[in-house]
């Protein structure tokens, strides 16, 4: 099983970062909620400040929990543990993604995500 953290980031105007992989990338093209794999011993809240820094340049902080997702891509297990996170600081800069956009949660119907994300975008209209 593969430990992934993913952040909802909301910045002070209430939109919400996401961003589309790569198209040479596992899961190229789609959208999804940015973060990283977990390293031995991180905490997802710690992997996410780090992941967010190296990928996009970016200060976030993690301040709740907002759920975890079990998803299988054929053989490969992700666990896909969100936050909610507030933007601090930074611009934005993209390593492992090809866009980005701030978006409301409306907006989020407009995208296609990568299945492991998909159960938290459904949480976010739930929520709302």
């Known amino acids: 099983m ?3 953290a993913a952040a909802i980031i909301e910045n002070e105007e209430g939109l919400l970062l996401i961003a589309r992989r790569r198209p040479e990338k596992s899961q190229g093209g789609l959208w999804e909620f940015p973060g990283g ?3 031995e011993g991180e905490s ?3 992997c996410l400040v780090r992941e967010l820094k190296e990928e996009m340049n970016i200060e976030i ?3 709740e929990f ?3 997702n079990d998803h299988w891509y054929g053989a490969v297990h992700i666990q896909l543990i969100a936050y909610s996170a507030r933007f601090v600081s930074g611009e934005i800069a993209l390593v492992d993604h090809d866009e980005y956009r701030w978006i409301t949660i409306e907006e989020l119907r407009e995208f296609q995500f990568a299945p492991a994300d998909v159960k938290f975008v459904e949480k ?3 929520d709302t």
């Open 2 to 4: 593969i430990r992934v």
């Open 44 to 46: 997802p809240e710690a």
């Open 124 to 126: 976010l209209f739930m």
């Open 66 to 68: 907002f759920g975890v």
């Open 37 to 39: 794999k977990l390293e």
């Open 61 to 63: 902080e993690p301040y």
